[in-house]
């Protein structure tokens, strides 16, 4: 190809990504810029855009506040709690059904309804479920002798609270890659492996996890990013508040307080920033750490 045909259809190829990478930069990075610039802002005047002073203040405020360093823990036990459980429970509904035969189709739909279906619907009905007189959980608990457990309105129990609302609502989109993952896996492989002697666990050992550890991998990375970003099942599962005593206060609830109920954009654009740096952070990490564990068809 001459210099002229190439030049030509590079500037063709733009013109078709055009619209996406408009759409990309005024409602991705832009914001992103725009937030990270703000973060530095200790003086600003929303209407008008003025901005008086500049300065790190607002990063100092969030290491001094008691409030923030909540809100990390919080989140942090968060994505100990939903990630790891979610994983394990969707690749034992995916090998479930993987091994059967017929009404396959019928299950993953089933399974990823709860993904498809609203926070609010998915909030509501759990807060039914959670109730603490008159809630399904705590009947079947009651069943075994425990004394009902005020989950929606005791701190102790808050979080677990919406650790199992989430990882119910999550289950759906993990089984469903997974289901897609088994399926790919050539069945030679599990043939050669139980020629050679191999019996269910070791075939899953030497055969199933290997070749399904880059769906895994992907599943975990989107996994904790997701996690990380959790508000909107705080905000509907709690009724417009980040549970009792601030036990299920997350950094995005956190910024979503500072901006829209404190009006403190810089230090909300702040907290934004920090959110990014550990969710970059994290990312780097499982991408290195992918790299040793992950095995590429």
Do not use: C
Not at 75 to 86: A, E, K, Q
Not at 104 to 112: A, G
């Amino acid at each position: 190809m001459g210099g002229k045909s190439s030049l030509k259809s590079t500037a063709k190829a733009y013109l078709y990504l055009a619209p996406a990478l408009i759409i990309i930069l005024v409602f991705s990075i832009w914001p992103i810029l725009r937030s990270f610039t703000m973060g530095f802002y200790t003086e600003y005047n929303f209407f008008t855009r003025e901005v008086t002073a500049r300065g790190i203040d607002n990063f100092v405020w969030l290491y001094n506040s008691p409030r923030f360093h909540l809100a990390l823990i919080n989140t942090l036990t968060f994505v100990l709690g939903v990630v790891p459980i979610t994983i394990i429970i969707s690749l034992t509904i995916a090998l479930g059904i993987h091994s059967i035969m017929k009404g396959s189709t019928f299950f993953r739909s089933v399974y990823f309804l709860p993904h498809v279906t609203s926070t609010i619907a998915v909030a509501t009905v759990f807060q039914w479920i959670f109730h603490t007189n008159h809630g399904i959980l705590n009947y079947i608990l009651g069943l075994f002798g425990i004394d009902n457990i005020a989950w929606l309105t005791n701190p102790d129990y808050a979080m677990a609270a919406l650790i199992i609302m989430s990882v119910w609502r999550s289950l759906g989109f993990g089984t469903v890659l997974l289901l897609a993952g088994l399926q790919s896996i050539d069945k030679g492989l599990y043939l050669a492996a139980k020629v050679d002697g191999a019996n269910k666990f070791h075939r899953f050992k030497t055969v199933t996890l290997p070749m399904l550890s880059p769906t895994l991998f992907f599943l975990s990375i989107v996994s904790v990013i997701s996690s990380f970003r959790v508000f909107s099942e705080i905000f509907a599962l709690f009724r417009d508040s980040p549970g009792p005593g601030n036990s299920a206060l997350t950094v995005v609830y956190f910024i979503y307080q500072e901006y829209f109920e404190n009006w403190n954009m810089g230090r909300a654009a702040a907290g934004a920033t920090v959110l990014f740096v550990i969710i970059f952070i994290v990312t780097m990490i499982q991408m290195l750490v992918g790299k040793k564990l992950v095995h590429y068809k």
